[in-house]
């Protein structure tokens, strides 16, 4: 009788089966080195790496400017400061004693005194009576009967009783703001005119009032 062999299945011998089960074993420990020594790598690589470094260093000096005003009047010869803290510069407008059809004109300068430019104008007028209270009685008439003119002049010279003199004694005229320098320094003259109109009310008589005018510069 013929023996039949399955050809297709044949068993592996036993050096094979030794052989196949250390191969992954073999093969994860080459990989594990291999990583290992990677690691080891990237961190000699890093460890060894010299900076060179180099600065460039600036600084600079900063400062502030200054701005302020001074003013003088027919009477004062040097510019000073009448600020809020200052004495106020007496406006020598000869304005004692006043009666109807009289007019009166004084200029006030202003420059620049510190190192920077701007602008200054007429922004307020104030109106008291010799004790700085609000005016009553003739003070008041006195106050509603006056009217005053103030401009911007070319010169003291200019400035004249010839000038307008229409407006409110309480009323700010609408000027242009004039510009101040500082080289060459520049001066600006307000002409300021006061006049009792000839129809002034009977009970100004003997009235007393004090205008403050007040002149605002502004740096640019």
Known sequence: MAVERDLGAVSPSRRERRTAGRRPAR?????????????????????TIAAWTDQEIATSAVS???????????????FASHGPTETVLTVPLNAGGLWPGQTRAAYVQVQASGTLPGTVNLTGVAVTNNANGTPTGADLALQDALRVGISVVAAPANCTTALPATGALTAVPA??????????????????????????????????V???????????
């Open 210 to 220: 004090k205008p403050t005018w007040t002149f605002t510069g502004t740096t640019n």
């Open 27 to 47: 093969a994860f420990r080459r990989v594990r080195a291999l990583l290992a020594g990677g690691l080891v790598l990237g961190v000699g690589a890093t460890m």
């Open 64 to 78: 502030a400017g200054t701005f302020s005003i001074v003013s003088r009047s027919d009477t004062a010869t040097a």
């Open 175 to 208: 000027l242009t703001a004039q510009a101040l320098t500082v080289g060459p320094v520049n001066t600006i003259t307000y002409c300021i005119v006061l006049t009792l109109p000839t129809d002034a009310a009977t009970t100004a008589q003997g009235g007393a």
